[in-house]
């Protein structure tokens, strides 16, 4: 089924179709319709003032390029990991971006349905803490809450910050980077890769099978595969995933 998905996804974006178009030709087969997909917004990810670490210092998300080393972590200890793909890379688009302050001044924005990793904490929360939330604890950021803690990385260990304040801000670009495990720390903060969906595994196996898909890009030169994205397959790879999936 992931290859499925990975095959029509690409054919999708990769012959320029409109979802409109899409959706007339399917309308003349019979009285059959596909049921209405997400638009591109909602799998946004990330601005372009947003940043990683790499091991030469931090770069912005428009600085870094497929290949690159980024800072990740599993569920105790952070290292570093290459981006396997872009599920986008628009710098001249803007978008709405959900903007969360932390109590000492952390910030990240990050689109409505983006899955950042959400602890519950109390008036005496632990400061320092050894493990990352549990998959169940994994949330779209339109769903935290002020008083919600996000995990951020001070000095090499995982730390607790009380979600301040929430706005939403329009921004500069439209960055979504993947790597192998799935998760990435932007601004400090540990966050999914992924959005729109919640079931996490099966998303890293499909952008898996697509970063080998697209790595045949290089055939074309290295420019166009530094460039070359998949937004509109993203998108709709993710709803059929969502159609499917309970």
Known sequence: MIYLLVFVSTIYCAHGFSFSTFKAATNAIGNWQLPTFSDTESHACFSTDSWMTTPNGKKRMDQIAIGDFVLTGNLTATYYTPIITWMHREPEKRNQFHTIMTEYGKMLAVTAKHLVYRNLCDENYEEFIRYLPKGRD?????????????????????????????????????????????????????????????????????????????????????????????????????????????
């Open 138 to 246: 994994i949330v779209f950021a339109e769903d935290l809450k002020v008083g919600d803690c996000l995990v951020l990385l001070y000095k090499g260990k995982y730390r607790q910050q009380r979600v301040m304040r929430i706005s939403i801000t329009e921004r500069m670009g439209v960055f979504a980077p993947v790597t192998e495990n799935g998760r990435i720390i932007v601004n400090d903060i540990v966050v999914s890769v992924h959005s729109g969906i919640k079931h996490t595994r099966l998303q890293n196996k499909y952008y898996g099978i697509v970063a080998r898909v697209q790595s045949w890009l290089r055939l074309f030169g290295e420019p166009f595969f530094h460039k070359a994205t998949i937004p509109l397959g993203a998108a709709l790879a993710t709803d059929m995933l969502r159609l499917v999936m309970p």
